[in-house]
């Protein structure tokens, strides 16, 4: 099988290298990454609860969508390819925002990202792959905000990062 690599950049999103995916996350390096949300017609986003086999944050909660970049892909072009890979489907993203996080986790891992978020509208139901993600659901953000607080060790870091910013009137989602 061969080693799946991330794209390594500084604080300015400019290039500064490329390393093996699990080794980036051993050694906490900044790497490109992306989150999609996907949202339906009636204002509901469609959210996954990731794999048990995932090297981290299996079996919790997160955004439609979400990883990194290859080498000498755009990251919208990651973003359609993961798109299709795991929900089985591909729409119009629209890249709202960036962002730097930094998330240790009990494994010994860390993500230290620049997060493109995407977002992007779908009304069908998607066939997702059972490899990536365990469960789907449409949430209205009420609700899932809602969720957040009562139950927030059930979602990913970064996805608990990217609602308080969108729910923030001036974070231009």
């Known amino acids: 099988m061969e080693q799946e690599m991330v794209i390594l950049v500084d604080e300015h999103d400019q290039e500064i290298g ?3 995916k699990q080794e980036a996350h051993v050694k906490a390096l900044l790497h490109r990454a992306f989150s999609i949300l996907i949202f339906n017609i ?9 794999a048990a086999g995932k090297y981290h944050s299996a079996g919790l909660w997160t955004n439609t969508c979400c990883s990194h970049p290859r080498p000498g892909e755009t990251t919208e072009q990651s973003a359609h390819r993961r798109l299709q890979e795991e929900m089985g489907f591909d729409c119009e993203l629209i890249l709202k925002k960036k962002f730097i996080y930094k998330t240790p986790f009990s494994n010994g891992l860390s993500e230290h990202e620049l997060d493109y978020v995407f977002t992007g509208i779908y009304n069908d139901t998607p ?3 059972k490899a990536e993600v365990e469960n789907i659901k449409w949430m209205s953000l009420a609700l899932l905000t809602e969720d957040l607080l009562v139950q927030p060790d059930r979602y990913t870091e970064w996805f608990k990062i990217i ?11």
């Open 18 to 20: 490329i390393m093996e």
């Open 42 to 50: 009636k204002g509901e986003l469609l959210i996954q609860q990731r």
């Open 127 to 129: 066939a997702f792959n």
């Open 163 to 173: 609602m308080d910013n969108y729910l923030h009137p001036d974070s231009g989602l």
